[in-house]
Antibody, heavy 120, light 109 residues
Framework: QVQLAQSGAEVKKPGSSVKVSCKASADTFRSYTLSWVRQAPGQGLEWVGRIIPIVDQTSYAQKFQGRVTIAADKITNTAYMELSSLRSEDTAVYYC?????????????WGQGTLVTVSS | EIVLTQSPATLSLSPGERATLSCRTSQNIGSYLNWYQQKPGRTPRLLIYDASNRASGVPARFSGSGSGTDFTLTISSLEPEDFAVYYCQQRWNWPVTYTFGQGTKLEIK
């Protein structure tokens, strides 16, 4: 059973924007925090930002401040991550991940990932 | 910003052997550390949370320990499916930040 279903792969030009979606169950949207984590080819995991959908509260990694916007649609139980001013270094798989209600912030469920390729 | 440093970068072992992976943090984080496994082309899988609690469905051969700045993930007897990349991760609340280690690749010797 797919808990977090992400939108499909994207190819974008440098300088443009991309918007990735993550559809969750109603329970997940009501009760959990959702984060976005990216992974460049052959590289490690990097946190981008998060949203608490029930209160629409967002937090972003300093590296992406001003370039990323995370939002939640409580009617469709879908979270969105929009990244602007894309550059080649933004080529990565972008994951949405559900965070357990725990002080250490563990991610217990992950979307299947969305490959974003930035190329001229 | 808290930095997580994993060692070794690569660990070469044989099935049946014991694996010990390390994660060191730049600040004291108590027991608030998590471990993930990632296989090629797959999404990360939560193994251990709060340093020593196994996530749902994780086999008992995986265990976590440590507190403060030094943490360890131990796999007591390696199975063929355990060869993967392992990441540690923590959350800091002021400001909200999540950090991952750079990963340890566990490969078959």
């Amino acid at each position: 059973q797919v808990q977090l279903a992400q939108s499909g792969a994207e190819v974008k030009k440098p300088g443009s924007s991309v918007k990735v979606s993550c559809k969750a169950s109603a329970d997940t949207f009501r009760s959990y925090t959702l984060s976005w984590v990216r992974q460049a080819p052959g590289q490690g995991l990097e946190w981008v930002g998060r949203i608490i959908p029930i209160v629409d509260q967002t937090s972003y990694a300093q590296k992406f401040q001003g370039r990323v916007t995370i939002a939640a649609d409580k009617i469709t139980n879908t979270a969105y991550m929009e990244l602007s001013s894309l550059r080649s270094e933004d080529t990565a798989v972008y994951y949405c991940a559900r965070e357990l209600d725990d002080s250490s912030g563990p991610f217990d469920q992950w979307g299947q990932g969305t490959l974003v390729t930035v190329s001229s | 910003e808290i930095v997580l440093t994993q060692s070794p970068a690569t660990l070469s072992l044989s099935p049946g052997e014991r694996a010990t992976l390390s994660c060191r943090t730049s600040q004291n984080i108590g027991s608030y550390l998590n471990w993930y496994q990632q296989k090629p082309g797959r999404t990360p899988r939560l193994l251990i949370y709060d340093a020593s609690n196994r996530a749902s469905g994780v086999p008992a051969r995986f265990s976590g320990s440590g507190s403060g700045t030094d943490f360890t993930l131990t796999i007591s007897s390696l199975e063929p499916e355990d060869f993967a990349v392992y990441y540690c991760q923590q959350r800091w609340n002021w400001p909200v930040t999540y950090t991952f280690g750079q990963g340890t690749k566990l490969e078959i010797k």
